[in-house]
């Protein structure tokens, strides 16, 4: 899969022109700007180094893979082992799929009121996830206890 931000190299122009008996030149500085494939926009702000503009796209792609948790949330749901991550490194639920996982997140917000329809589609997947879940604790519970830690 493709990360949502890119580096792309700068367009280097330069402008002259004449100004009475003077020569003028502008030119735009040189660098790298962060590209957003999803928005397809160059992103603001400039990078003069090529690792600079890198190491800022990393952290927004790996910002971009989360799914929209505050902070206390996801370290809960990290500690009753409900978060995982797929094969392209995006948040999840555990045995839901990226895009379920990001409908059940829509569907959990308490604040507005749900359909027949909603409050069915929540259910599911939130039975499915949790069956998912469950096996998740059951086989770390069968690891300890079979492998005790030696004191």
């Known amino acids: 899969m493709?990360?949502?931000?890119?580096?792309?190299?700068?367009?280097?122009?330069e402008l002259t022109g004449v100004e009475g008996a003077r020569r003028?030149?502008?030119?735009?500085?040189?660098?790298?700007d962060v590209y957003d494939t999803l928005e397809k926009r160059n992103l603001p702000g400039q990078y003069e180094t090529l690792s600079d503009?890198?190491?800022h796209c990393e952290l927004?792609?790996?910002?971009s893979n989360k799914l929209p948790l505050d902070d206390q949330s996801r370290a809960l749901l990290?500690?009753?082992?409900a978060?995982?991550?797929d094969q392209f490194d995006r948040e999840i639920f555990v045995g839901?799929?990226?895009?379920?996982?990001?409908?059940?997140?829509?569907?959990?917000?308490?604040?507005?009121?749900?359909?027949?329809?909603?409050q069915d589609e929540y259910l599911s997947l939130d039975e499915k996830y949790?069956?998912?879940?469950?096996?998740?604790?059951?086989?770390?519970?069968?690891?300890?206890?079979?492998?005790?830690?030696?004191?």
Do not use: C, D, F
């Open 24 to 32: 003028t030149s502008k030119a735009s500085p040189e660098g790298h």
């Open 60 to 63: 927004l792609n790996r910002e």
């Open 2 to 13: 493709e990360p949502r931000y890119k580096v792309k190299r700068k367009i280097h122009v």
């Open 96 to 118: 839901l799929t990226r895009e379920e996982s990001e409908r059940y997140v829509a569907l959990s917000v308490a604040t507005r009121h749900k359909s027949l329809e909603e």
């Open 53 to 55: 503009a890198e190491a």
């Open 130 to 151: 949790n069956n998912e879940r469950m096996q998740v604790i059951g086989a770390e519970h069968l690891l300890r206890t079979e492998n005790p830690p030696i004191h």
């Open 83 to 85: 978060l995982n991550t």
């Open 78 to 81: 990290n500690e009753i082992r």
